[in-house]
């Protein structure tokens, strides 16, 4: 391993992570968030003192279909090519990419204050629908954008979602996106289970937007309800939803709709973005995210409130509403 004599007592992974280009350029600072195949620091350009967000991917752990030549950078990560090709406000922007021997360096746009979904849900929020459509709808108008290259994201989570105080959401972590082409069908699913499809958790091969509904369906739910809407493989392909408490219809269409069992009859990105709810009038300027999240900075101590293990769990109960959306179909024609 390369010996790096300016750092010190922070381990070798992070020198060797830091070194080369990169660090003649930026103050590596403080973590913002623990990835599977490599860490996310905050950092501060030495020039003018920009503080951005840099994942550090170690090259070791990119799998070897990943990989792509780019006209412009050379043999990279498939995730940096697509990245930089990228531009739009539901999508985090990448600045620059550095690498040295064993990393890659993702210096991207620091937004809001490195909160994703994930924790934003794990404070319990005091969210109410409108805000929760103006959320949603960020989330859909990025995959549109993606979805209108022919790219799909293929790891649509809570986690993959960041925000800022704001209510601004942007999509982050292109590891597993894929282009679609036409005809193409994927054998493998390469994303998080609990996002996973009834059909390709079956074993069939697949388009691939369908199955991305489905997780932008799980997305929501979770983001309703604060848990996960099937608890394990078996409920997920029996495709029997209990949600916890009602919402209004227009937001249970959505969620049925989304999670419909049949790929053919789940929402698009298109029948979303004509949808009323999704697209309901909403004035952000309402809801601080103090407010919201009860407190900036300090997690509640309410003694309802328990730090989950990922993924959110799904609270076993019964409750009242199974009978009435067992007819997904016969629901989904009222839209
Ligand atoms: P992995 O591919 O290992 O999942 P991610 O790209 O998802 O890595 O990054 C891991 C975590 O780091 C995210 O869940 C998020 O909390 C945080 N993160 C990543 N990129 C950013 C960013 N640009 N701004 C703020 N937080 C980020
Ligand atoms: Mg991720
Ligand atoms: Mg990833």
Same mark, same amino acid.
């Given at each position: ?18 070194? !080369? $280009?990169?660090?003649? =350029?930026?103050?590596?600072? @403080?973590?913002? +968030?623990?990835? %599977?195949?490599?860490?996310?620091? #905050? *950092? ?16 070791? !752990? $990119?799998?070897?279909? =990943?990989?792509?030549?780019? @006209?412009?950078? +050379?043999?990279? %990560?498939?995730?940096?090519?697509? #990245? *930089? ?251």
């Amino acid at each position: 391993t390369v010996q790096d004599p300016h750092q010190h007592s922070t381990g070798s992974e992070e020198s060797l992570a830091v070194a !080369g $280009v990169y660090r003649s =350029c930026y103050d590596t600072l @403080r973590p913002v +968030g623990k990835g %599977a195949f490599g860490f996310v620091r #905050l *950092a501060q350009r030495k020039s003018d003192k920009q503080l951005v967000v840099v994942k550090f991917l170690r090259k070791s !752990g $990119v799998l070897k279909d =990943c990989w792509v030549h780019d @006209r412009d950078m +050379g043999l990279v %990560a498939q995730e940096i090519s697509l #990245l *930089a090709r990228l531009n739009h406000p539901n999508i985090v922007m990448l600045l620059e990419a550095y690498e040295n021997e064993c990393y890659f360096q993702l210096v991207m746009e620091k937004h809001g204050d490195g909160l994703d979904l994930f924790e934003f849900i794990e404070r319990c929020p005091k969210i109410t629908e409108p805000l929760v459509s103006y959320m949603f709808r960020q989330v859909v108008a990025g995959l549109s954008y993606l979805h209108g290259k022919n790219i799909l994201h293929r790891d649509v989570k809570d986690e993959n979602i960041i925000m800022n105080e704001h209510f601004h959401m942007k999509l982050i972590d292109f590891g597993s996106a894929a282009y679609m082409e036409p005809g193409k069908l994927f054998h493998t699913f390469c994303g998080t289970l609990e996002y996973c499809s009834p059909e390709v958790l079956l074993g069939n091969s697949y388009p691939g937007p369908e199955l991305e509904m489905w997780a932008l369906g799980v997305t929501l739910y979770t983001l309703v309800f604060g848990e996960n809407p099937f608890f394990d493989v078996e409920e997920t392909i029996s495709g029997h939803l209990q949600p916890p408490y009602f919402t209004s219809p227009g937001l249970m269409k959505v969620l049925l709709w989304l999670l419909h069992p049949h790929p053919k009859s789940r929402a698009t990105l298109k029948d979303l973005e004509r949808d009323r709810w999704t697209n309901q009038e909403v004035d952000i300027s309402q809801f601080s995210f103090e407010s919201v999240l009860g407190c900036a900075v300090t997690r509640p101590t309410d003694d309802k409130m328990f730090h989950s293990p990922k993924p959110h769990p799904h609270k076993d109960k019964p409750h009242p509403l199974s009978d009435d959306i067992h007819d997904i179909d016969r629901l989904l024609d009222t839209k």
